[in-house]
């Protein structure tokens, strides 16, 4: 459908859905869209197109997808007034730290700052902070991305760099998540960036909430911070907050509300992404550690069976097992669904073998998402693992990483292949804290 939209009004576009500029000029969070431009604009997500000159623009809605016009530019006056600042006082390098509740416009904000700097000539790195709704690389990752032009949407850009986490909350990995955060701002440094930008999550409330971004801004030390407040809710964290300059800016006006749903379905809209060209991959355990449970990580997969113990194993247990790992501390028997196991049955294994015992399910390893690293610990990519076979010592992956894979790191979320969510956290017998390990 064709529309014109008049100087000095804005175009709010929700996706699913593109543009194209038939004539005259627009521009999206500082980016600047000439006649020709077609730009996309994912499900969930809002754009707002501001036109400096009367214009005429083709849309395409997908299913759900709206638009409305609004009087005058919806980029609110104080985050004109912090971008012009941080760009006057520019120096050789500088990092700053967006922070803000759920859906208050942070990373509308990173992607305005990052254009408006990139203007101004700097190189510009955004950093995604955020595991749950992540635009830099697949959700339980953190990455970054150096701009290479002026961006709408920081999903368009490529990951330079990105760190498996595995989680898609921060409550659940908020050492995790700082170590990474520290590590990607010091590699957009030697990248060469001079102006860093850093998306955080929208986790703000709560005693565990303050510690967290408090010890987070410590880690980071960003020269200035950014809050996106409406009334003060940030308080309780920047009043703690003492060697970094701080800017107070509003939220937009025509901030978009996601629903649980709907971030749900951008994160497996990202997954599929990633998961593109995908296919069952086989890894030898000889060769290749599987990291994220103790037991797993542990196993010597090398090692000969004792063809003596594997009988009194079935001895006790009263019928064979799929296979049997032991270690100085420890047996690990695989066994199948179908099998049962009594607590008498393992105290009497403990008995047996003086040792700990951990039995291990076959195949509730299935679905579990996972992080690829080649022997420099650097992610290659995510997968999902199809399943770990101890007997002839392989772990299946649906990924599309074709490098050579020396780690393989279990996350907590359980997917199917096409990328749709099917459990979180994920809750598996063999993970160190569901161990039905037999004390003494």
């Known amino acids: 459908m064709r529309q014109t939209v008049k100087s000095g009004r804005t175009l709010l576009l929700d996706g699913p859905a593109s543009i194209k500029i038939l004539s005259g000029k627009a521009s999206v969070l500082g980016a600047k869209i000439n006649a020709g431009d077609r730009i996309l604009v994912r499900s969930g997500k809002r754009m707002p197109f501001f036109f400096s000159k009367e214009s005429e623009v083709e849309l395409f809605l997908g299913e759900s997808a709206t638009f409305t016009e609004v009087e005058g530019d919806t980029i609110p006056q104080s985050w004109k007034d912090a971008a012009s600042s941080l760009v006057k006082d520019f120096q050789a390098k500088r990092t700053l730290l967006v922070m803000g509740g759920v859906d208050s416009g942070k990373t509308s904000l990173c992607t305005y700052l990052a254009n408006i700097a990139f203007n101004e000539g700097c190189k510009v790195a955004i950093i995604d902070g955020d595991l749950g709704q992540s635009d830099i ?263 599309p990483v074709n490098e050579a894979v020396t780690s393989i790191h279990l996350g907590e979320v359980r997917l199917t292949v096409n990328g749709k969510e099917i459990e979180y956290p994920v809750t598996l017998n063999f993970l160190e804290e569901q161990q039905r390990d037999i004390n003494p």
């Open 137 to 399: 690389g697949p959700p339980t990752t953190l990455g970054f991305s150096l701009l290479e032009k002026y961006i709408t949407d920081p999903f368009e850009t490529r990951p330079y760099h990105m760190i498996f986490v595995g989680a898609t909350s921060p409550g659940r990995a908020q050492e995790r998540v700082i170590q990474a955060l520290e590590t990607l701002n010091r590699k957009a440094a030697e990248a060469g960036a001079t102006f860093i930008v850093i998306n955080t999550d929208g986790w703000i409330h709560g005693e565990a909430a303050l510690e967290y971004k408090f010890q987070l801004v410590k880690a980071v030390s960003p020269e200035t911070i950014i809050g996106i407040e409406e009334n003060k809710e940030l308080e309780p964290i920047l009043s703690r907050i003492e060697e970094s300059k701080i800017i107070k800016v509003k939220p937009p006006n025509t901030i978009k509300k996601r629903s649980r749903e709907v971030r749900k379905a951008l994160r497996e809209m990202a997954y599929k992404r990633y998961l593109k060209n995908a296919k069952v991959r086989l890894y030898n355990l000889n060769w290749t550690k599987i990291i994220g449970s103790l037991t797993l990580s542990s196993l010597d997969f090398r090692r000969p069976l004792d063809l003596e113990k594997l009988k009194a194993i079935k001895d006790v247990l009263g019928f064979s097992p799929y296979y049997y790992c032991e270690t100085q501390d420890r047996i690990t028997i695989f066994i199948d669904k179908t099998k049962c196991l009594t607590e008498e049955t393992l105290r009497r294994l403990k008995s047996t073998f003086k040792k700990q015992v951990v039995p291990m399910i076959r195949g509730t390893e299935n679905g579990i998402l996972v992080g690829l690293k080649d022997s420099k610990g650097d992610l290659l990519g995510i997968g999902v693992l199809c399943c770990v076979d101890p007997k002839r010592k392989v772990a299946k992956v649906y990924t």
